[in-house]
């Protein structure tokens, strides 16, 4: 069986959906059930239309894009991953893995490949944290790990729920009704782009990976008393904005004391009001990511980072409304499917390295679900989340064949 990847056509496609964007091209944006996302979803529709799959969308707008198997009764191999992005984003992040499963399936079809496991696409709700600050909604929803009591009651910087963006996005149905039963998919191997340096660095063509780091996200909402910058005086100030800066200056210093090498923490969110030049800030409102391949030292930093922001602001007089959103575990991916990934490599003469994940992914959250892993590509100096994020057509076709090659190794039994 000679499985062909039409690289030409795949990068028109991610092309394509590049310029179904918010902003001003190069630049990517498509934020959940924003009328970019709906078309970027409606296009990739489309493309799952013409190769003949089956869709079906659940109540979270999950899609799922299937190629019935000769054996129905099976458990289907599952790949995937998703098209919104961060304001300021580029084209490649989550999309290599929805649009290479497209062309991954395409060639299958073309080279007269009959799966006997169904092999099925999951183009996943809200990789990205842009809408309610919780990232992999919809892979939460049906991993079981986000309760859908909890999911209703998110809401983004407006005010609007889960409830009025799915209304919005045509999503229907209970979010009960989201998650998937244990072991319903035999497999789950999502394809990307690496978002770090290590496989172009040392010219490597594939990364297998074998763990996932865990992530978790506190959202802190400060309170001091604004006040006129000239008349008052800086003995009697309780500034938010000063308090909150000294919480990002601690969380620099938990994480680089941590004990872990694979510590990280990012203040990615601080707004402040009310924002004028000559007034001294009220509220200050910020965001914080706190990710580790270890759990002991994440949950230790995690605790820190807290201590210090109740410390900091009891200290300047602040009040201070502190919420953990997420405090996920690690997934250990599966050791069979990586060796298969490893064989195919092998076997295609393409170099390769296991490594784990420092970005969490869909994947993790799959792992709930059935075995998982996945298969990162090299991405130019490991730029990702920016405009100039960059894997070369012969990258992504080396991707898209490994990826190709797995699935049939998966579904033909």
Known sequence: MKIAIDINRLQREIDTLSLITEAVPPVVTRVLFSESDLRGRAFVKKLCREVGLVLRE????????????????????????HIDAIPNAGKYDGVVGVLGAIE?????????????????????????????????????????????KKAASLRDRDGKNLDYWRQRGGAKGKLDSVRLPKNCHAAFVELHIEQGPILEREKISIGIVEKIA?????????????????????????????????????????????????????????????????????????????????????????????????RICSRRKIGLKLERLNQDPPAICDATLVRTISDVCLAQKISCRKMISRAYH????????????????????????????????AQIEKGVRVLAETLAKLSGI
């Open 362 to 393: 869909d994947s993790l959250f799959m792992a709930q679900v059935c075995p998982t892993t996945m298969i990162f590509i090299p991405c130019y100096k490991g730029y990702s989340h920016r405009p100039d994020e960059f894997s070369s057509p």
């Open 214 to 310: 865990a992530p978790s996200t506190l959202r802190l909402q400060l309170t001091g008393v604004g006040g006129h910058a000239g008349a008052t005086l800086m003995p009697g100030r309780r500034d938010a904005l000063l308090a909150g800066a000294e919480i990002a200056l601690a969380v620099e210093n938990i994480v680089t004391t941590s004990g872990s090498r694979d510590t990280v923490g990012t203040t990615g969110i601080f707004k402040i009001e009310p924002g004028a030049v000559n007034s001294v800030p009220c509220q200050a409102y910020l965001e914080i990511d706190l990710r580790d391949t270890n759990l002991i030292s994440r949950d230790a930093s995690l605790r820190r980072i807290e201590f210090e922001a109740k």
């Open 104 to 148: 991954a399936m395409r060639a299958l079809k073309n080279s007269g490949f009959q799966p006997q496991r169904s092999i099925e696409l999951i183009i996943f709700t809200a990789e990205e944290p842009t809408r309610f600050g919780l990232g992999c909604l919809g892979s939460r929803l049906l991993g079981g790990v986000l309760p859908p």
């Open 58 to 81: 659940d109540a979270v707008g999950n899609i799922f894009a299937r190629w019935e198997g000769a054996n129905k009764k099976l458990p289907a191999v599952a790949t995937g991953s």
